[in-house]
């Protein structure tokens, strides 16, 4: 695996998403975006991170959260990467679709878990699932890469037409306070332009735990705005949930004990 990587060459690297600018609405400042994780490189070292330290929050209470929302066992994983979220599902007993707009995840997925449901989506077009099936659609951090309220209730309602009658929607997400500060997990002190994103700007992210030092570029969401999207789509919230950290947890917690990194929202279909 290549590790020194520099963030210029990162830069040239990246791909708009679906080979296309990614536009917000009309009144809003356009925002060209790019999938960075559209890169072997990203992949190879996305596919390394598990479960420890930070992402150890927004894992640790999954189990419970479904046990209570949640009946049934068929899933979709919607950005499900290099397949991490997807075998935490599985694990849990789910059986579980994994899908990704990104080649180079897909393919390390399948590396990963020769025996898992991997798909590649190009496009977003998820028209090849079946609707009305779901008891659970998951993205995990997913949400973070999609620029634009127009895309992410394009998606959203989507996701929903994927649901049974009594199926969730579970969004793992990152809370705008995870660009602004330091943790076990991630660093921010090198993007001091992230203190003004408003949502819909751009901010950026390194991964500690991961051997690619290139940051991460995501999009900031508000949880306003977030409740404005899901409103929109006729998403019920029923419970949003945001894990802190605990003093007896084996990790060297930074930030995330005073301030939770991620929120999870558990939703249901109109
Ligand atoms: C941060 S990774 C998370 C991967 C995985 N869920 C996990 O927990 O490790 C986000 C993933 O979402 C994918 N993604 C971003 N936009 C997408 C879209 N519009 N449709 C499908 N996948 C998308 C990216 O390619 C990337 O693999």
Redesign the pocket.
């Known amino acids: 695996m290549r590790v020194h990587v520099t963030d210029a060459e990162c830069d040239g690297q990246y791909t708009l998403?679906?080979g296309r600018a990614v536009e917000s609405s009309p009144e809003e400042e356009p925002v060209t975006f790019a999938?960075c994780?559209?890169d072997g490189t990203r992949a190879d070292a996305?596919a390394t991170?598990e479960f420890k330290n930070t992402y150890h929050l927004?894992f640790r209470d999954i189990p419970a959260i479904l046990a209570e929302h949640v009946r049934g066992r068929k899933a979709v994983?919607?950005?499900?990467?290099?397949?991490?979220?997807?075998r935490f599902l599985r694990q849990l007993g789910f059986e579980v679709t994994g899908?990704?707009?990104?080649e180079d995840?897909i393919r390390k997925a399948r590396e990963l878990d020769p025996s898992g449901d991997y798909r590649l989506?190009p496009g977003?077009d998820l028209s090849a699932l079946p609707a009305g099936t779901c008891d659970l659609v998951l993205?995990?951090?997913?949400f973070?890469?999609?620029a634009g309220g127009d895309?992410k209730l394009r998606?959203l309602r989507d996701l929903a037409r994927l649901l049974n009658w009594d199926g969730k929607l579970v969004l793992?997400v990152s809370r705008p306070e995870i660009y602004t500060h330091e943790w076990a997990s991630f660093s921010t002190k090198n993007f001091p332009e992230n203190q003004a994103a408003k949502s819909g700007d751009k901010v950026r992210i390194i991964v500690t735990d991961h051997a690619d030092p290139r940051p991460?570029e995501d999009i900031l969401w508000t949880d306003e705005a977030y409740r404005e999207v899901f409103q929109e789509a006729h998403l019920g919230l029923q419970q949003k949930y945001e894990p802190l950290g605990r003093e007896d947890e084996p990790y060297r917690w930074v930030s995330e004990v005073e301030i939770a990194p991620w929120a999870v929202y558990v939703l249901e279909g109109a």
Do not use: K, Q
């Open positions: 998403a679906g999938n994780y559209e996305y991170l927004a994983d919607f950005g499900c990467g290099t397949g991490r979220s997807t899908v990704d707009i990104a995840m989506v977003d993205a995990a951090f997913t973070d890469n999609i895309i998606i793992i991460v």
